[in-house]
Each structure stands twice: as structure tokens, then as C-alpha cells.
């Protein structure tokens, strides 16, 4: 009785956190979306200002790089970060919208972007998941919780049996 009473509960545990993953990811996309946008908007001015001066990207850029002037240096690396970074995201994000609910988790995993992750786990508040997705998640942790827990019962209750001692 106790023994499925814990694997019950180990479960229904799994079933509640895996549940979550699809509200993380999605929150996660969110968040990612308004990187995308922030750092499109700063790329657009620094093309605006360069192609006011008559200048191409890698112009201006390399403007940056033959000053003389460590300050300018410096602003043009956090510029080329800049650019390095709203590629990366921007594909992280466009690969998270084409992706399958099973392809989603491993997506976000591989190539999150630690900043972003950071302010979403800050910001997560937890949510009932009212979607198939959500559904699917939460049946999943609930077998592979109830399953994790009844193999650890198992491998208990085999450490706690005398062993027989053979007849000879």
C-alpha cells in the first residue's frame, strides 16, 4: 500500500514539474522574440548612421577597429558582439517555431542563450497546462516519475532481503 502510495506521488511530482516545460519554453520564446526586436532596432540605427555617413556595415565597423581611441575600439567589439548575438538568437528562435513539441526541449537546451534563461527562470511563475502539449508533458513525467520511484523501491527491496545461503 505504501510502497504504490509513493509511486503515486513521485507521479503525480513528475507529472506537475514536466507539465511546466512547456510554459517555461514558451515564456523562454517571449522573451527571446523581444531580445530579437531590442537588438534589431539598435542594428537598424547603427545602419542608419552608417549609411548616413555613406559608410557600409563593415565600413563603419572597421572604423571602429583603426581608431585610435580605446574607447571606440572597445564600442566597435560590443557592436560586432552585437551583431554575432541577434544572429544567434534570431536563428535559436526561428528554429524554436518551426520545431515539434518533442523537438522543442532539446532546441532550447542546446542552444539557449544563458542571459535570456537567467531572466526567464527569475521571472517564471508557474502555469496549468491547458494545452495537448502540456498534457503530453505532464503524462510523461507522471510515468517516468511513478517509473523512477518504483525501480528505486525495487532496488531497496532487493538490497533488504537476506540472501539464502547456498546449499553445498
Do not use: C, K
Request: proline share 3%; no cysteine; hydrophobic share 45%.
Amino acid at each position: 500500500m505504501i510502497r504504490r502510495a509513493l509511486i503515486v506521488v513521485a507521479g503525480l511530482s513528475g507529472a506537475v514539474g514536466a507539465s511546466q516545460a512547456p510554459e517555461l519554453m514558451q515564456q523562454y520564446t517571449q522573451r527571446l522574440g523581444g531580445a530579437v526586436q531590442e537588438l534589431t532596432a539598435v542594428i537598424e540605427d547603427f545602419e542608419a548612421d552608417a549609411a548616413r555617413e555613406g559608410l557600409s556595415l563593415d565600413m563603419a565597423l572597421a572604423r571602429y577597429s583603426a581608431s585610435q581611441d580605446g574607447f571606440f575600439n572597445r564600442r566597435g567589439l560590443s557592436m560586432e558582439r552585437t551583431f554575432a548575438r541577434h544572429e544567434r538568437i534570431t536563428a535559436h528562435r526561428r528554429a524554436l517555431q518551426d520545431a515539434t513539441a518533442f523537438e522543442r526541449p532539446a532546441l532550447f537546451w542546446r542552444y539557449h542563450d544563458r542571459a535570456l534563461l537567467d531572466g526567464t527562470l527569475d521571472d517564471y511563475r508557474p502555469a496549468v497546462p491547458t494545452t495537448t502539449e502540456g498534457a503530453v508533458y505532464a503524462f510523461l513525467g507522471f510515468v517516468l516519475g511513478g517509473g523512477a520511484m518504483a525501480l528505486l523501491l525495487g532496488i531497496l527491496r532487493r538490497l533488504r532481503r537476506p540472501r539464502r545461503a547456498s546449499v553445498q
